[in-house]
């Protein structure tokens, strides 16, 4: 079969399009015919300088969601069977950027009826990191203001659609770019704001009549984290899902001062990764999963794939994603230039 790893780490050119053996379906597990795979931020550990959650042994091949149809069922599966349309979270050892992927029968889920293989391998871990930052942690009521980071990206798009499903008062999207200022509105936000412009801070507390935002989604890093913690609101949550921009969480100390020194303001940060939910509350990550299936089914959330590659292209779909010219999720397809 064909499959993407690399061996260094580095550039996207360190990802190498090569033959690799199938693997096979031991027990429990089931071997799918991968049709799409999904990018996300997650494979750019290839950079090397992120640990996501953990470090990335070498050789390592990236992907975590696929969708596909079942080639083959390993010992004691049960509820499946060969030839049928799934999509699934994949793991260690046998990744999404192949021609054939395994994974446990636990992690495998029928294709939605009217749902493509693409929009289904886009849906696990963008959208369930959506809808589980929104719910679990951050605790969104009706009402309440979101400001959401990289509001254009495979969560950020989910997390404007869920913020508005979920009775959000205010949602304000924010960008690197303002040719995606559109596209964010038309996912629900009531808002965009450049947040590489200068003043972009103030224009969220204008946005608030200088209240500041209940809740910050942050995926950027660098100084954005400690800005995003300076425009909460008294009881506001931080919820960190990200580091895109590779940099270090920042605060310098006239933040520091203010967040630590402030408990009248009962301000909150959490970190959330998805693999460590799914490892040790996996009832909690399954129920997320299957809430927002729901919601796709229903139409009330849209699926937002708006790049599809062939698998030979992944060094350029890793190049597009670290650009931050993409909107939406970008899916890797591993038969079409087979």
């Not at 951050?138 to 997390?159: D, H, K």
């Not at 559109?182 to 996912?187: H, T």
């Not at 990200?242 to 408990?263: C, I, K, Q």
């Not at 089914?297 to 599809?308: C, D, I, M, W």
Request: no cysteine.
């Amino acid at each position: 079969m064909k499959a993407v790893q690399f061996y260094e780490f580095g550039a996207p050119d360190v990802l190498r399009y090569e033959d690799a053996p199938v693997p096979a379906a031991g027990p429990g597990q089931v071997l799918i015919r991968v049709q799409s795979a999904s990018v996300n931020y997650s494979d750019v550990a290839r950079r090397g300088n992120l640990l996501y959650p953990f470090p990335t042994a070498l050789p390592f091949r990236p992907g975590a969601e696929v969708a596909g149809t079942i080639e083959a069922l390993g010992a004691g599966v049960e509820g499946l069977t060969v030839g049928m349309p799934v999509f699934a979270l994949v793991g260690a050892g046998s990744e999404g950027y192949a021609q054939f992927a395994v994974t446990y029968a636990a992690q495998v889920i029928p294709l939605l009826p009217g749902v493509s293989m693409d929009q289904a391998a886009a849906l696990p871990v963008a959208g369930t990191t959506a809808i589980m930052i929104l719910k679990e942690l951050a605790r969104i009521q009706p009402g309440e203001s979101v400001l959401i980071q990289g509001a254009a990206g495979g969560v950020g798009s989910y997390a404007v659609q869920l913020a508005r499903i979920f009775g959000a008062g205010q949602i304000i999207g924010a960008t690197s770019s303002p040719d995606k200022f559109q596209a964010i509105r038309d996912l629900g936000a009531d808002a965009v704001v450049d947040y590489t412009q200068p003043g972009w801070a103030d224009d969220v507390r204008a946005l608030t009549g200088g209240k500041g935002v209940d809740i910050v989604l942050e995926m950027g890093g660098g100084d954005l984290f400690a800005q995003g913690l300076m425009l909460l609101a008294p009881f506001g949550r931080s919820i960190v899902y990200g580091v895109a921009s590779g940099d270090a969480l920042r605060m310098d100390e006239a933040t520091v001062r203010h967040f630590f020194y402030n408990p009248s303001l009962n301000q909150s940060i959490h970190v959330f990764n998805l693999g460590i939910y799914f490892g040790l509350r996996p009832q909690a990550a399954g129920a997320a999963l299957a809430e927002l299936i729901g919601y796709v089914a229903s139409g009330q959330v849209k699926v937002p794939v708006h790049h599809v590659l062939p698998l030979s292209q992944a060094a350029e779909a890793h190049r597009l994603m670290e650009s931050r010219r993409t909107t939406g999720k970008i899916v890797l397809k591993p038969w079409l230039d087979a």
